[in-house]
């Protein structure tokens, strides 16, 4: 089982980066895929990003391709969320997840695929 624990959030103007981080507990954390999503003001929770335990090519919804790149350090037990060319839209509170199952990477995109979440960190972006 991991615990996780997301920081750097904050607000940053259009066009502007931010990098979130996610730590995670626990001696297991190089065998769970990890994902982050988003949650908008008065909207559903949506996928963001998922890197797979196995390595390869990480994985991330439409809307962020080319602007958004997931990694993680295993040695640090942390999964990281680059965000560059950040748009209003990308206004939401981000949370990182780790998958349900140890060792499992066949499905990465939905909310059910999950069983870790963090609190959330609130990223603003203006204007």
């Known amino acids: 089982q991991v615990q996780l624990v997301e920081s750097g959030g904050g607000l940053v103007q259009a066009g502007g980066s931010l990098r979130v981080s996610c730590a995670a507990s626990g001696r297991t954390f190089s065998t769970y895929t990890m994902g982050w999503f988003r949650q908008a003001p008065g909207k559903e929770r949506e996928f963001v990003a998922a890197?797979?335990?196995?390595?390869?090519?990480?994985y991330y919804t439409d809307s962020v391709k080319g602007r958004f790149t997931i990694s993680r350090d295993n040695a640090k037990n942390t999964v990281y969320l680059q965000m560059n060319s950040l748009k209003p839209e990308d206004t939401a509170v981000y949370y990182c997840?780790?998958?349900?199952?140890?060792?499992?990477?066949?499905?990465?995109?939905?909310?059910?695929?999950?069983?870790?979440w963090g609190q959330g960190t609130q990223v603003t972006v203006s204007s």
């Open positions: 997840a780790a998958h349900r199952y140890p060792g499992y990477s066949a499905s990465y995109v939905q909310e059910n695929d999950y069983g870790t």
């Open positions: 890197i797979r335990w196995t390595g390869g090519s990480p």
